[in-house]
């Protein structure tokens, strides 16, 4: 329904348009907006009939060729519809008219971008972006449209361009999109070789964005590649008190450096970690520490301290697989517990890790931008629910800095 509205303004913007210039003129000249017909149309298109709305305006742009709206409500439509070669040609037919009034063709030029994009001819749809800021019409859908295009392309660079542009004319924050943009320039650095460009971006990243998990991240695993350890895990702990769900991503590195580094004791710093900033997967870790150094029933005891206040599947998973070995030999015992533990291990073989915060989208693996809605930093790690009244609050001290 969200989607029909939206494609009702252009319509409405351009009927008023219409209107109001008839009305310093031709007061008996008939339009679109005066038949009953086009009103059918637009109640079609609230009542989600697009069908009949297209019927309709087909119609109306036979009979009616001079007319502007029906043909960017008919092209619109199309394109809706995934006939993208019959919006662009209504489009396109619509912009080489000679008698259009610039209002007119500024909504013809965004809608005919539009279709470029859907199609994926980028380069056309940059060139009506670009008329449109020329003509200072729509500038805003239209640097929305251009940073889209570059995001397509990854071409991080002109995405800066465009995001400080939107922030000039609108006002709004564009920094956390800015702070990815410089961990993509930063990423293509390291590729190819080049940290030292790498460390500038990613500086620039904070600078735009305080809390840009990304740039944290990416700073940490620099450290890391050049055998800083203490930088490391100054900048591990920064990570979780920026976002403790973000820890798998670099946890089992920070293991290594604890153990290659001797800097710390990696079963006391993992246990510091999870009282202040518990996860599942700090969890799971801290299980394996423990079952190597002090042995299982310790790892079983804190497994059941674990999941006794959060329902997670995979902790759950890993005390029965633990705690199997201490089982009788009764055959039904045994039975049922390898029931349960391949139920266990189904539900969470089918669980997301992660889930877009402003879509729904859910994923297997982290992405910095969401693949449905676009979104910047918007797909988290899931956490699991917390069961009953207990809840982990990291307490207020601060971690003790690495000595």
């Known amino acids: 329904m969200s ?11 351009v009927s008023g348009w219409w209107v109001a210039k008839r009305g310093d003129g031709d007061q008996g000249v008939p339009g679109p907006t005066s038949d009953p017909a086009f009103f059918r149309g637009l109640n079609y298109l609230l009542d989600e009939q697009p069908d009949k709305a297209i019927d309709i305006f087909v119609k109306l742009a036979e009979v009616k060729d001079e007319t502007a709206e029906v043909h960017l409500a008919l092209g619109s439509l199309f394109r809706r519809r995934g006939e993208v070669d019959r919006a662009i040609r209504i489009h ?16 013809a030029l965004f809608e005919l971008g539009q279709d470029y994009m859907r199609a994926g001819l980028f380069d056309r ?3 009506m972006f670009r008329e449109l800021m020329e003509m200072q ?14 995001q397509q392309e990854k071409d991080w660079a ?11 004319l609108t006002g709004e924050s564009v920094g ?3 702070a990815q943009y410089h961990c993509e320039l930063a990423e293509e650095s390291l590729k190819a070789g080049n940290g030292q460009q790498a460390a500038t971006h990613l500086s620039r990243a904070q600078a735009m964005d305080s809390d840009c998990i990304r740039a944290t991240m990416l700073q940490a695993r620099m450290a890391m590649s050049r055998g800083d350890s203490r930088a490391t895990v100054a900048l591990y702990r920064r990570l979780a008190r920026q976002g403790s769900q973000f820890q798998p991503e670099i946890l089992s590195e920070l293991v290594d450096t604890y153990r290659r580094s001797g800097l710390e004791d990696e079963l006391s710093e993992l246990k510091r970690l999870y009282r202040a900033y518990p996860s599942p997967a700090l969890a799971m870790t801290l299980t394996d520490v423990i079952l190597d150094r002090e042995g299982d029933e310790a790892a079983i005891a804190f497994l059941i301290e674990h999941i006794t206040g ?10 029965l ?22 139920v266990v291990g189904h539900l969470r073989s089918r669980q997301p890790d992660h889930q877009c915060e402003h879509c729904g989208f859910v994923a297997r693996r982290l992405h910095w931008q969401c693949p449905s809605c676009k979104y910047w930093g918007s797909i988290k790690p899931i956490q699991p629910e917390p069961i009953g009244n207990r809840t982990h609050a990291p307490p207020t001290a601060a971690l003790p800095e690495p000595h």
């Open 92 to 107: 396109q037919n619509l912009v080489s008219r000679p008698n259009l009034s610039k209002e007119e063709r500024g909504y």
């Open 137 to 150: 019409l729509h500038r805003k859908r239209a640097l929305e449209g251009l940073r889209e295009i570059y």
């Open 321 to 342: 697989e633990l705690y199997g070995p201490k089982l009788t030999d009764d055959a039904q015992t045994r039975a049922a517990f390898d029931a349960t533990l391949a």
């Open 3 to 13: 989607e029909w509205l939206f494609l009702l303004l252009p319509i409405a913007a």
């Open 158 to 168: 002109r995405c800066l361009e465009v995001a400080e542009q939107l922030w000039l």
């Open 176 to 178: 956390a999109e800015s």
């Open 310 to 319: 959060q329902a997670d599947l995979a902790g759950l998973e890993r005390l």
């Open 125 to 127: 749809a940059e060139r």
